[in-house]
């Protein structure tokens, strides 16, 4: 199983923007983004193809947040910009199979990062 490691989080105000990284131990196929915050579930925030080809993204985020990946660094990138307070969450990168937004079907996860942004 594919090793996981998410950095990049940190305190931002609002407005403001934050670069993710997901370094993987090995070949990933799909790869995704999730956040949780305080006292809720695990969302779905983007994912990506292998190609990098097909993306997908939670309409919360559209046209704020752009997923990457470099596959020689076997990495994905998660830049989020014009951050809100309602952003704040731990973020946790994810390895599947298909590009979709449901966390069940992700079968690798890093520990996550925490992103804190401030009203």
């Known amino acids: 199983q594919v090793q996981l490691v998410e950095s990049g989080g940190g305190l931002v105000q609002a407005g403001g923007s934050l670069r993710l990284s997901c370094a993987a131990s090995?070949?990933?196929?799909?790869m995704g983004w999730f956040r949780q915050a305080p006292g809720k579930g695990r969302d779905f925030v983007a994912a990506?193809?292998?190609?990098?080809?097909?993306?997908n993204y939670a309409d919360s985020v559209k046209g704020r947040f752009t997923i990457s990946r470099d596959n020689a660094k076997n990495t994905v990138y998660l830049q989020m910009n014009s951050l809100k307070p309602e952003d704040t969450a731990v973020y946790y990168c994810?390895?599947?199979?298909?590009?979709?937004?449901?966390?069940?079907?992700?079968?690798?996860w890093g520990q996550g990062t925490q992103v804190t942004v401030s009203s």
């Open positions: 090995g070949r990933t196929a799909s």
């Open positions: 994810a390895a599947g199979t298909r590009v979709v937004d449901a966390a069940s079907m992700y079968r690798s």
């Open positions: 990506i193809s292998w190609s990098g080809g097909s993306t």
